[in-house]
């Protein structure tokens, strides 16, 4: 099973940037594939999530509004469209893939297989 995370980059406040977690050996409709980020000297978070039962996403509190998720099954891809950046969301962000419980989605113990992660940098 591998997961490969891609499309960060430098983007100003403001930007947009559509990360992709393209996937092999998973069956995406069989798993929840999330994204969580992790700033310098700060832990892992959980940003955005998407349901194995129906494709349902979740999103934390800080990005509600701001981003969008979705899943192709034909190519084995997640991606996150993340819009109105600002700095604070100046992360490695890392896609995973586990079958958490729904009241669980934000604990990264219950994903078994992650992405390399990929640098968003949001700056002027």
């Known amino acids: 099973v591998q997961l490969q995370a891609s499309g960060g980059g430098l983007v100003q406040p403001g930007g947009s940037l559509r990360l992709s977690c393209t996937t092999s050996?998973?069956?995406?409709?069989?798993?929840?594939i999330s994204w969580f980020r992790q700033a310098p000297g700060q832990e892992r978070v959980f940003v955005a999530g998407i349901r194995q039962s129906g494709g349902r996403t979740y999103y934390a509190d800080f990005v509600k509004g701001r981003a969008n998720m979705s899943r192709d099954n034909l190519k084995n891809t997640v991606y996150l469209q993340m819009n109105s950046l600002k700095p604070d969301d100046t992360a490695v962000y890392y896609c995973?893939?586990?079958?958490?419980?729904?009241?669980?989605?934000?604990?990264?113990?219950?994903?078994?297989?992650w992405g390399q992660g990929t640098l968003v940098t949001v700056s002027s």
């Open positions: 050996g998973v069956t995406l409709s069989a798993y929840t």
């Open positions: 995973a893939a586990g079958r958490p419980v729904l009241s669980a989605l934000d604990q990264t113990g219950l994903y078994g297989y």
